[in-house]
């Protein structure tokens, strides 16, 4: 076994998809990986799979029977013990609301059918080594009543927690490690989403009014145009 299958070997990741050639192509993929897997064939026995499962990645397709995808995902972004596991769409639908869609509710990635086994391998590395990869130093931020702990994924203002998604406080954290810096968005879907995963613009967007509607509109500013700042004077 390689030395990158060999850090991987106690990942888990579960499949979600009703389609059963799907399924075990993806297995067979995972597991030749190293990756520990288990499957679902509908979004509620995936649901619960996951909750005894507990794992670090869910490929998840959108359309299926008893429960889709997309209503899936919110139900693990709401469950405190699965909110920060990591969730990649495979989807036969390219359209861009059903990306925009997938992207709201905290999507990691979004890949569409048919799957190439290979790059699927290698986009779900890449999204394991960034997370390896994370700095241990400046895991705190502090700024003007809003505190920000990257260790623990969170965030308080004004002695009030705040509950977001794992995406929404990645962008939120690399944001107020830098006040007063302007980002484009093409900069900040780099660094959030990685160079490899195609994303949307949009998609900062979106993620920029959530996190206005949570915190309020005074921290993260926009310069139009150019991109986005969090400022330490908020007004």
């Known amino acids: 076994m390689s030395a990158a299958k060999a850090t991987q070997v106690f990942q888990k990741i579960l499949v979600v998809d009703d389609d059963p050639d799907i399924v075990e192509l993806l297995e067979y993929n995972l597991q030749k990986e190293g990756y520990e897997v288990a499957t679902a064939s509908d979004g509620r026995q995936g649901l619960q799979l996951a909750k005894d499962f507990r794992p670090d990645l869910i ?26 596991t990591y969730i990649m769409f495979l989807t036969a639908r390219s359209e861009e609301y059903s990306e925009i869609a997938a992207f709201e509710i905290g999507a990691d990635d979004y ?38 702990d990257r260790k623990n994924y ?6 009030k927690s705040i509950i977001l998604p794992k995406k929404e406080f990645e962008l939120l954290f690399f944001l107020a490690q830098s006040p007063n810096k302007v980002f484009s968005r093409e900069e900040l ?4 989403w990685g160079a490899d ?32 700042m969090f400022t330490d004077q908020p007004e």
Do not use: C
């Open 111 to 148: 890949i569409t059918k048919p799957i190439k086994p290979r790059a699927l391998m290698s986009r779900i590395n890449a999204l394991f080594r960034r997370e390896a990869q994370k700095s241990d130093s400046g895991d705190e931020v502090e700024i003007a009543g809003l505190s920000i």
């Open 59 to 84: 490929l998840l397709d959108i359309m299926m029977p008893q429960q889709d995808g997309i209503e899936t995902a919110r139900m693990i972004r709401g469950d405190n013990d699965l909110r920060d």
């Open 154 to 159: 969170s965030v308080t203002q004004e002695g």
């Open 189 to 192: 879907l780099h660094k959030i």
């Open 197 to 228: 995963i195609y994303v949307l613009e949009r998609t900062v967007d979106v993620h920029v009014r959530k996190l206005r509607e949570k915190l309020g509109d005074k921290f993260i500013k926009t310069l139009k145009g150019v991109g986005y």
